[in-house]
T-cell receptor
Framework: SQTIHQWPATLVQPVGSPLSLECTVE??????LYWYRQAAGRGLQLLFY??????ISSEVPQNLSASRPQDRQFILSSKKLLLSDSSFYLC?????????????FGSGTRLTVV | AQKVTQAQTEISVVEKEDVTLDCVYE???????LFWYKQPPSGELVFLIR??????QNEISGRYSWNFQKSTSSFNFTITASQVVDSAVYFC?????????????FGSGTRLSIRP
């Protein structure tokens, strides 16, 4: 069966520090991978998605970047965090072929920038 | 344009009441998928249902039921005899492309609070 792992669960970082959030998927090959952000009490904002290794599409220009160094690994990064980066970050995956049967989400990372 | 509208920002009901969460979508595609997700306080999004555009049959799963009306572009979600554990944020979503390459569009969510 397929599983998605996202870590860390919570993170407190000072302004100006770097960020690296990792997401890995098991039990499937060539998944589509997604990073979403959810501000407190708000909806989901798609940040990045990837349909293959090294293929990253950005939905919203911002202080963040994403990389996919391996087929089932998706990393969200920042060189210098801003206070406005405080949010709940969710990784998700969907099958790389066939109709989209819906995303499966990770458990999320709650980032607080202080 | 593709869009999902959940007009109800917050709903609060007393336990055992029935509650309906509204979802209206916009798409020019003739084939598409609709989804509902639940986000409990823990934060993880839990998949509830997927419905394709060709299947307008209503679906019931225990206390949950979904009413898909293509004529009004609505995909409403009803919880019967609500329970405190139903308290969560519920998201309606649309996949307008009916393929693996398309991206799901989420509504803004409805926060449901069930009071004991």
């Amino acid at each position: 069966s397929q599983t998605i792992h996202q870590w860390p669960a919570t993170l407190v970082q000072p302004v100006g520090s770097p960020l690296s959030l990792e997401c890995t998927v098991e039990g499937t090959s060539n998944p589509n991978l997604y990073w979403y952000r959810q501000a407190a009490g708000r909806g989901l904002q798609l940040l990045f998605y990837s349909v293959g290794i090294g293929q990253i599409s950005s939905e919203v220009p911002q202080n963040l970047s994403a990389s996919r160094p391996q087929d089932r690994q998706f990393i969200l990064s920042s060189k210098k965090l801003l206070l406005s980066d405080s949010s709940f970050y969710l990784c998700a995956w969907s099958p790389g072929q066939g109709p989209n049967y819906g995303y499966t989400f990770g458990s999320g990372t709650r980032l607080t920038v202080v | 344009a593709q869009k999902v509208t959940q007009a109800q920002t917050e709903i609060s009901v007393v336990e055992k009441e029935d509650v309906t969460l509204d979802c209206v979508y916009e798409t020019r595609d003739t084939t598409y998928y609709l989804f509902w997700y639940k986000q409990p306080p823990s934060g993880e999004l839990v998949f509830l249902i997927r419905r394709n555009s060709f299947d307008e049959q209503n679906e019931i799963s225990g206390r949950y039921s979904w009413n898909f009306q293509k004529s009004t572009s609505s995909f409403n979600f009803t919880i019967t005899a609500s329970q405190v554990v139903d308290s969560a944020v519920y998201f309606c979503a649309l996949d307008p492309g009916y393929s693996s390459a398309s991206k799901i569009i989420f509504g803004s969510g409805t926060r449901l609070s069930i009071r004991p």
